[in-house]
């Protein structure tokens, strides 16, 4: 993969600005959902993980399927 370079500094630090702006709303929305006990659901190369209010990871949803 080509990693594109630009000279504009301020275009990086646009960048970093906005991806930590996206770290830190997901950050505080895991941890609301961890004190609703709320499952946290992760993608990793393609397998969806499950993260229970408990801290225990799976690979079981723990979702109920409502249809029918």
């Avoid at 397998?47 to 690979?59: H, R």
Wanted: net charge positive; aromatic share 10%; charged share 30%.
């Amino acid at each position: 993969m080509e990693v594109k370079k630009f000279s504009d500094l301020n275009l990086y630090l646009k960048g970093f600005e906005i991806e930590s702006i996206g770290n830190h709303a997901v950050r505080k929305v895991q941890e609301e959902n961890r004190k609703k006990g709320i499952p946290l659901v992760y993608s990793v190369d393609g397998k969806i993980y499950y993260e229970l209010a408990d801290g225990t990871v799976t690979t079981n949803s723990p979702f109920k399927n409502d249809k029918g």
